[in-house]
T-cell receptor
Framework: SQQGEEDPQALSIQEGENATMNCSYK?????LQWYRQNSGRGLVHLIL?????REKHSGRLRVTLDTSKKSSSLLITASRAADTASYFC?????????FGTGTRLLVSP | EADIYQTPRYLVIGTGKKITLECSQT?????MYWYQQDPGMELHLIHY???????EKGDLSSESTVSRIRTEHFPLTLESARPSHTSQYLC????????????FGPGTRLTVL
C-alpha cells in the first residue's frame, strides 16, 4: 500500500505561529495533494504538487516534495483560529488516490 | 464550493432497516467514490466507479452496495443496517485525468441504534 503516514497526529499552536505537517509515502507518485477537513464535513482540496516539482505556494500555504525521501510537508504560516481542522495528504500514482492518516491541527486564539 | 450533494446529512435508524444514502454531482465527473470515516480517523475507500455501469469494491470491506446508472448519481445502499455501520459516509467525485483531484460532498452521519 502507498498510504501516506502523517506526522504529527495532532498539533496544538497559538494564533500567529506557523504549523508544519509531514507526510511520508511508499511508492512512486504522479502528484501529491493536501486536503483540509473541518469537523463533521467533507474534505476540501488545498493544493497539488507534481512529482517533478519541489516547492509550491498558495497564499499562506507552502508545500514541499522530496521524491528521493518519499516525503512532503505542508507549512501554514501565520495561523488563525479558523485554520483549526484535520489535514490529509493524498498520493496519486498509477491507481486511485490514496489518503494519509491525517494531522489534527488546533489553533488557539 | 464543489457541486456535489449528499442526502440526508444526518440519519438515525433502528437495526435491520434498509437505507439508501444519496450522492449527486453536477460537474459531469466520470469517477465517483464512497468513503467511510469514523470521527477523527482516517478515510477508508469502500466503493468507487469510473463511469456508468462500472462499480468496484474499495480497500475496506463493506456490506453496502452501490449502483451507477447515471453519471451524476451514485447511491449507496445498506440492506439491513447494524450498529457497526454507525459512521460518517463521504461521497466524492473526480474527472478523468492524471491529477485525480477529488471533490467531496458534506457527508452523511449515520447512527444505527
Amino acid at each position: 500500500s502507498q498510504q501516506g503516514e502523517e506526522d504529527p497526529q495532532a498539533l496544538s499552536i497559538q494564533e500567529g505561529e506557523n504549523a508544519t505537517m509531514n507526510c511520508s509515502y511508499k511508492t512512486s507518485i504522479n502528484n501529491l495533494q493536501w486536503y483540509r477537513q473541518n469537523s463533521g464535513r467533507g474534505l476540501v482540496h488545498l493544493i497539488l504538487i507534481r512529482s517533478n516539482e519541489r516547492e509550491k505556494h498558495s497564499g499562506r500555504l507552502r508545500v514541499t516534495l522530496d521524491t528521493s525521501k518519499k516525503s512532503s510537508s505542508l507549512l501554514i504560516t501565520a495561523s488563525r483560529a479558523a485554520d483549526t481542522a484535520s489535514y490529509f495528504c493524498a498520493t496519486a500514482g498509477f491507481q486511485k488516490l490514496v489518503f494519509g492518516t491525517g494531522t489534527r491541527l488546533l489553533v488557539s486564539p | 464550493e464543489a457541486d456535489i450533494y449528499q442526502t440526508p446529512r444526518y440519519l438515525v435508524i433502528g437495526t435491520g432497516k434498509k437505507i439508501t444514502l444519496e450522492c449527486s454531482q453536477t460537474m459531469g465527473h466520470d469517477k465517483m467514490y464512497w468513503y467511510q470515516q469514523d470521527p477523527g480517523m482516517e478515510l477508508h475507500l469502500i466503493h468507487y466507479s469510473y463511469g456508468v455501469n462500472s462499480t468496484e469494491k474499495g480497500d475496506l470491506s463493506s456490506e453496502s452496495t452501490v449502483s451507477r446508472i447515471r453519471t451524476e448519481h451514485f447511491p449507496l445502499t445498506l440492506e439491513s443496517a447494524r450498529p457497526s455501520h454507525t459512521s460518517q459516509y463521504l461521497c466524492a467525485s473526480s474527472e478523468s485525468g492524471r491529477t485525480d483531484t477529488q471533490y467531496f460532498g458534506p457527508g452523511t452521519r449515520l447512527t444505527v441504534l
